[in-house]
């Protein structure tokens, strides 16, 4: 402290407050605390002139430059200047006194000043506030409806002169209303202005923006609401959104036309030098292509002829007529192997354009067929026509490509047009054994002879079977034979096996069939398709023996079952027969003709077969597979059920009920719901009443 002090001030609490003329007001508390308050703090001057606590609590505090109220506990000050109707804001050093009534005597230049500061209450009415006007260059803007109730305002870009008058609707020392205010997009933080109450903006960029104001009454309360008005600068058209689109396409044309034209000559140059390195690369890997191959092909060989060296014998020293047959079967198919190797070889010499060509007279229909057959249900799925045009004769050949041992066969030179839908094999398939009552039928589908005889010596001993030599044919078996099970390969001439899958599981007369596809395609994509065409199994080639006759096991068993389950059936419904979506609608048609004819004198076997689209062993074998009874079986059990349903209501008596349900004997009637349902008609009617 380097200034002089005035007074020194105890106030109930116990803290003293000393005054200096320049160093501002000291507090020291009985703990020892110092405060130093200053102009920093608040107060009007650092010359400090008199200390008085009214009866509140509150120190008043004359200065050099105006009167002070502090709260001791909060430390916050309130100003009172010549403005609050004082005589002068300059107050006298030590004149000061308070009376016995808690009013306040502070001297100064003119008199002295009587406080009563009961009577001294803040104002505490937070003020609306509300915009009063507006002016674009300095000249009032007139609106269809009052300006305080305005949302909005569009102005153009060249009106870049504006200003809001607004106010705080406060009429106490209106003078000391405050004002603060800001433009959203434009400040960051409230431009506090006062008592002005006029805001001017200039040269605003377009765009979007929101006016905001608040106020505070004469006391300081503030209205931190107070009020808003949005503002939308247009542009002018040259800064508008479709005017920079414009600029964006004709300098981005400009940037593509000269980087195209860069590119252009950068691929050219490019291009010259990369054709001559793929040549290389292409030359170098047919090279190390063609080495694989010869060298594999050769690997081959090797193993091979240790087969057919030790098969040929063992034909030759074989008599049983089975045992040579499987022999012939591992020939043919270990010289099959040998074919594809050879052929590997003459695609290694082909790269090499060191194959040369030999030619000979042949049938070129049947041979072209061979060839074609091995693709034709690719070309089926992709779509694929292509024409090849032969030159006739032998003029076109040099001496060293017609071989010296043709076969002196004359052949026509005629060629008919090739169609891709020959057949796989020549040989005629045997004709299908007649069905043996219990033992279930098996269709194999496959257009690879050796296959079907293999698989047909896998499940011989058990099961009857019958074959088909590609899916065409394998469809017009299933719908003449309804086998018990059907095995298909995938890849087959005229139809697929995917094809015969979804043809099979669409008809009612097939759908209920259980099927296994074979293919040699490991990938899961076609197993999928497969299965999501209704497939029940999925074989992959090569399989064991043991694993085709389980999973054909499995299939009949599990059929074979369910079966039994329905006979199990007391009172049955479409859905407990059927095992797909197609036997369900079959099912609900066969059952509601029943029930509609079922008192028909010409109803029968015969007529229900024809109304349903099948033949009578087709409709036989189709219920048997469902339900394990025959179609007359079947039509009784129905009869029988809805006799049931009548008895439970009792619709009627036996006789009369037995007739309605189609039955023309009384005693065949009875005997067969006896049979059925363990008690007689009249027995079951009292039993649900």
Not at 187 to 205: K, P, Q, V
């Amino acid at each position: 402290m380097n200034s002089m002090i005035g007074c020194i001030y105890r106030d109930i609490n116990g803290d003293l407050w000393i005054s200096t003329f320049g160093d501002g007001l000291f507090r020291v508390t009985p703990q020892g605390e110092d405060i130093h308050y200053t102009t920093r703090n608040g107060l009007p001057s650092n010359f400090v002139h008199g200390i008085l606590q009214d009866n509140q609590g509150f120190l008043w505090i004359s200065t050099f430059t105006g009167l002070v109220r502090m709260d001791p506990i909060s430390g916050a000050l309130e100003k009172f200047r010549v403005a609050d109707d004082w005589i002068s804001n300059e107050f006298t050093a030590d004149v000061f006194f308070k009376g016995q009534s808690g009013r306040l005597y502070f001297g100064n230049l003119r008199g002295f000043v009587v406080l009563w500061p009961l009577g001294m209450q803040k104002n505490p009415n937070i003020p609306p506030v509300i915009l009063t006007g507006m002016k674009i260059f300095n000249q009032p803007e007139t609106f269809d409806k009052p300006f305080s109730q305005l949302d909005k305002i569009q102005l153009s870009y060249r009106q870049n002169m504006f200003s809001f008058d607004f106010t705080a609707l406060n009429y106490t020392n209106s003078h000391k209303n405050l004002y603060a205010y800001k433009l959203e997009g434009f400040h960051n933080d409230w431009i506090y202005c006062h008592n002005e109450r006029t805001a001017l903006f200039m040269n605003l960029d377009p765009g979007s923006y929101t006016f905001r104001v608040k106020g505070a009454n004469n006391d300081g309360i503030w209205n931190d609401e107070g009020t808003s008005v949005r503002i939308f600068v247009t542009p002018p058209w040259w800064q508008t959104g479709w005017a920079y689109v414009l600029y964006a396409i004709l300098m981005g044309s400009v940037v593509i036309g000269l980087w195209r034209l860069q590119v252009k000559r950068i691929h050219i140059r490019n291009e010259l030098n990369m054709r001559e390195f793929e040549t290389q690369k292409l030359h170098e890997i047919d090279r190390i292509k063609s080495r694989f191959l010869a060298n594999i092909s050769h690997e081959f060989r090797t193993p091979l002829t240790l087969i057919l060296g030790p098969l040929s014998k063992m034909l030759e020293q074989t008599r049983g007529k089975e045992k040579k047959e499987e022999l012939k079967l591992m020939q043919r198919n270990a010289l099959r192997l040998q074919r594809l190797i050879n052929q590997l070889l003459d695609l290694s010499k082909i790269e090499a354009g060191k194959m040369k060509l030999q030619t000979r007279p042949e049938n070129i229909v049947v041979l072209l067929n061979r060839l074609i057959q091995s693709f034709e249900s690719q070309a089926k799925i992709k779509g694929t026509t292509f024409y090849v045009y032969l030159p006739l004769g032998k003029k076109h050949l040099r001496p060293d490509e017609i071989l010296n041992d043709a076969p002196p066969e004359k052949i026509e030179p005629t060629l008919s047009p090739v169609e891709v839908s020959g057949e796989i094999e020549t040989e005629a398939i045997s004709k299908a054994p007649s069905r043996k009552t219990g033992i279930p039928l098996v269709l194999i589908v496959e257009d690879n002879r050796d296959m079907r005889n293999y698989m047909r010596d896998c499940l011989a001993g058990e099961y009857q079977i019958f074959e088909a030599g590609d899916g065409q044919e394998g469809l017009i078996r299933s719908l003449e034979k309804i086998p018990d099970l059907i095995i298909s390969d995938v890849m087959m001439p005229k139809m697929d096996g995917f094809e015969l899958c979804e043809k099979l599981k669409s008809d009612e007369r097939t759908c209920h069939i259980p099927l296994i596809l074979l293919t040699a395609r490991a990938e899961a994509q076609s197993k999928i398709k497969g299965l999501e065409l209704g497939a029940d199994d999925y074989l992959i080639k090569p399989f064991e023996r043991q694993e085709l006759h389980l999973r054909v096991k499995n299939l009949i068993e599990s059929h074979r079952l369910l079966r039994e389950r329905f006979s199990r059936i007391v009172m049955l419904q479409p859905e407990d027969i059927a095992v797909t979506p197609v036997d369900l609608l079959f099912m609900q048609r066969l059952l509601k003709m029943i029930e509609e004819h079922m008192g028909d004198e010409n109803f029968d076997v015969t007529w229900l077969a024809f109304n349903a689209g099948l033949s009578r062993m087709q409709l036989h074998r189709k219920l048997h597979a469902l339900t394990g009874q025959t179609t007359t079986e079947f039509i009784r059990r129905i009869r029988l059920q809805n006799a049931a349903s009548l008895l439970r209501q009792r619709s009627g008596g036996v006789a009369e009920i037995a007739y309605s349900v189609g039955f023309k004997s009384l005693s065949y009637f009875t005997s067969s719901f006896r049979k059925q349902f363990g008690m007689l008609p009249s027995e079951y009617a009292t039993k649900f009443h």
